[in-house]
């Protein structure tokens, strides 16, 4: 069964940073594209980035790009996103799943998450 474990997350101010890293458990993350995802109160689940298996193709929402870096260390079974010039409205809970790098949609279950939340 795939499990995806998330970790990272945390209250940190406006313009602050955050790294997120999603870890595998029983099974190898460098065979699947791999994406980041959120939800905020209210709204729906939204994707926000995905790289590709080996790392070559990654893909942002317009709301994140040139703030959040995808990354994957395959040796390491992880996947980061890295969060510069975080906004209040960047505050969700942050989800990984195997995901389709073009579309930014995500495929299989879910997991528990972790919560961001950017407040002064």
């Known amino acids: 069964q795939l499990q995806l474990v998330e970790s990272g997350g945390g209250l940190v101010q406006p313009g602050g940073s955050l790294r997120l890293s999603c870890a595998a458990s029983?099974?190898?993350?460098?065979?699947?594209?791999i994406g980041w995802f959120r939800q905020a109160p209210g709204k729906e689940r939204e994707g926000v980035s995905c790289?590709?298996?080996?790392?070559?193709?990654?893909n942002y929402a317009d709301s994140v790009k040139g703030r959040f870096t995808i990354s994957r260390d395959n040796a390491k079974n992880t996947v980061y996103l890295q969060m510069n010039s975080l906004k209040p409205e960047d505050t969700a809970v942050y989800y990984c799943a195997p995901c389709k790098v073009v579309a930014l949609e995500a495929f299989g279950s879910w997991g528990q998450g972790t919560q961001v939340t950017v407040s002064s």
């Open positions: 029983g099974f190898t993350l460098g065979y699947y594209a």
């Open positions: 790289i590709s298996s080996s790392g070559a193709r990654t």
